[in-house]
């Protein structure tokens, strides 16, 4: 039986007794609306840990755009089944006042990191970021944590908080899961108006396509290509695609680059933003 706790001491007694007993804890955050990417999470962490812990919060220190907030898919009855249908053992569903009983002020610098790609498109989106996931990582101290690499920046960035501040938590990326029509799993897809739904896929088909156009293109021409493609949908409207390198995220400027090359992309259907990325170069 899952058992759903709201608030950090009656978390830490929780936890306190499995490390006691000298249990291995896993930790999925998340910030509900689960799917079946946040299952795979689930599944992966149980398969690894003694233990799985998953948060359920929506963070509103990371949200730039206050509808964006306000409208975010919020399903807290539905997610804790979807949980419990997993094996999810605890999940963890704190207010925002548990949280943050004041309001949290750190600032944090990840160079580069944040400054590219959704951190240029959405300011203070990672700072944000940053600032929960580091208090959830100090309630429920974790021996792993997982995280979709649907938001490959975001990953980066929490790999180098961990390090920056010394967690000694492992930080796992695991695969995007996506639709059977290609658009990459998420919160938002909920959102979606049906016309928009329909034309969603075009991105994740489009990079596929880019990927094969490599001999063809320049970085620049397939830059010009992407973005092409896809704004010639109505319903569609690139706001930023990079090829960038796989772990410093600055953009790569030939197919010669000595690290790997990671393409990301933000793509407006409507008011509602996606994200999704893939690999042009191991
Ligand atoms: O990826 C998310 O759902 C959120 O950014 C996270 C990591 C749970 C922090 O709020």
Not at 192 to 221: C, D, M, Q, W
């Amino acid at each position: 039986m899952i058992k759903v706790v709201a608030t950090i001491v009656e978390l830490k007694e929780e936890l306190g007794y499995y490390r006691n007993n000298g249990k291995s804890i896993g930790f999925v955050p998340t910030m509900g609306a689960l799917h079946q990417g946040h299952i795979s999470l689930v599944e992966r962490c149980r398969a690894e840990n003694d233990v799985t812990v998953v948060s359920i919060f929506v963070n509103p220190t990371q949200f730039n755009d206050k509808n964006d907030l306000k409208n975010y898919p919020r399903m807290p009855e539905k997610d804790v089944a979807l949980l419990e249908q997993a094996g999810a053992n605890i999940v963890f569903v704190p207010d925002e006042k548990e949280i943050y009983p004041e309001p949290d002020t750190r600032v944090f610098d990840f160079g580069m990191l944040d400054k590219v790609m959704e951190g240029k498109f959405r300011p203070g989106h990672f700072n944000g970021v940053a600032q929960v996931v580091s208090k959830l990582f100090d309630i429920v101290n974790p021996h792993r944590a997982y995280f979709g690499l649907k938001d490959y920046q975001q990953l980066a960035i929490i790999r180098a908080m961990v390090k920056m501040l010394g967690y000694g938590v492992e930080v796992i990326g695991c695969p995007i899961v996506r639709e059977t029509d290609g658009l990459a799993m998420s919160s938002r897809n909920l959102l979606l108006s049906a016309e928009h739904r329909k034309s969603a896929p075009l991105i994740y088909r489009t990079l596929s396509e880019a990927r094969n156009k490599k001999g063809e293109f320049s970085v620049k021409e397939l830059i010009a290509w992407v973005e092409s493609r896809i704004n010639s949908d109505p319903n569609l409207r690139v706001e930023y695609f990079e090829l960038a390198d796989a772990d410093t995220l600055e953009p790569v400027e030939s197919w010669e680059h000595q690290n790997g090359i990671v393409g990301c992309i933000a793509v407006w259907a409507g008011n509602i933003r996606l994200i999704d990325n893939t690999m042009f170069k191991e």
